[in-house]
């Protein structure tokens, strides 16, 4: 069974930065492409960004260049390290193993003043 964990979430003034962690359980990390998702009050869960098991990246257009996905196999986990918070970043961010029902719980990211 395949347990995925995120954490790091919290109440930031806009401009400020978060660094969330999802971690997994299972061996099957290194090898898997991992997802960031988010989901704000009232709007259908959007693709975030994206990593494959060899490290290749992409983004949303909405927050490249203040977004960045990475991972640590030997830890398997994968982050996302948002900077420049704007308030319309404020969501619940979810990972997810890609192409796969396994999803974490998710975690609050609030950029407000």
């Known amino acids: 069974q395949v347990q995925l964990v995120e954490s790091g979430g919290g109440l930031v003034q806009p401009g400020g930065s978060l660094r969330l962690s999802c971690a997994a359980s299972?061996?099957?990390?290194?090898?898997?492409?991992m997802g960031w998702y988010r989901q704000a009050p009232g709007n259908q869960r959007e693709l975030v960004a994206t990593?494959?098991?060899?490290?290749?990246?992409n983004y949303a257009a909405s927050v490249k260049g203040r977004v960045t996905i990475s991972r640590d196999n030997a830890k398997n986990t994968v982050f996302l390290q948002m900077n420049n918070l704007k308030p319309e970043d404020t969501a619940v961010y979810y990972c997810?193993?890609?192409?796969?029902?396994?999803w974490g719980q998710g975690t609050q990211v609030t950029a407000s003043s």
């Open positions: 299972g061996s099957i990390f290194s090898s898997t492409s």
């Open positions: 997810r193993i890609l192409a796969t029902s396994y």
């Open positions: 990593i494959t098991g060899g490290g290749s990246t």
